[in-house]
């Protein structure tokens, strides 16, 4: 008898087993048959194993024992949900990423569970913008829909393709002397040379770091 536990991701659904039943841990009597164990007792302790583990691997690793009863490891397909759902699905009520044909995954949205191409983050950090400072738009979903290096960032109000920064070594000093409520940077691309844009005392400035 085998029992097959996994330990879904934020994006879909918890509790998918081979039974293709997510409404807790069945037991898998048969090829295209399931049953529910009759014991209580030991249904808890699976089911606490299961929020263990699911603890432990943040939800990204799928366990399932195998015909031979050894413990194989699955890994979700590369990428993450986009934050927006402007594609049309290549299929819909989806449970796993398996469900789901070539590199798509299943992903949980107002309309439910649809399959979608993945989303992938670029390398850099956005500028940090102070609210209600851009346009209250959505230009973008994720770093896919922006050229080259640029990622999508919020912007104060919207979302809009910018180029990152890279985040200068050292670390800022504690500001100190008199009040400056002004924002001269924003990050550290805007400093020349090794300066940073650091906190002052009411606002942000370059400054050498220490």
């Known amino acids: 008898m085998n029992v097959t536990l996994q330990a879904r991701g934020p994006s879909i659904l918890l509790g998918c087993s081979a039974c293709r039943l997510c409404t807790g841990i069945f037991v898998q009597t048969g090829e295209h048959s399931c049953e529910k164990d009759g014991n209580m007792e030991q249904h808890w302790s699976v089911w606490a194993l299961v929020l263990a583990l699911s603890a432990l691997v943040h939800f990204d690793i799928v366990f399932a024992a195998g015909a031979d009863g050894n413990l194989t490891t699955i890994l979700p397909k590369p990428g993450h949900c986009p934050r927006l759902l402007n594609v049309i699905p290549s299929h819909k009520g989806c449970e796993c990423d398996e469900d789901c044909p070539a590199d798509n995954k299943c992903c949980v949205f107002d309309c439910g569970a649809v399959c979608v191409p993945p989303a992938f983050t670029k390398p850099g950090v956005c500028p940090r913008r102070n609210w209600g ?62 300066q940073k844009c650091c906190k002052t005392t009411c606002g942000h400035a370059c400054s050498e770091p220490c």
Do not use: F, W
Not at 162 to 187: F, N
């Open 133 to 194: 400072s851009g346009m209250c738009a959505e230009y973008c979903s994720n770093d896919n829909d922006c050229p080259n290096d640029e990622k999508c960032c919020h912007n104060g109000c919207g979302h809009e393709c910018i180029a990152p920064y890279t985040v200068k070594r050292g670390r800022c000093a504690l500001p100190q002397g008199t009040s400056m409520c002004a924002e001269y940077c924003y990050h550290d691309g805007q400093c020349p040379g090794e």
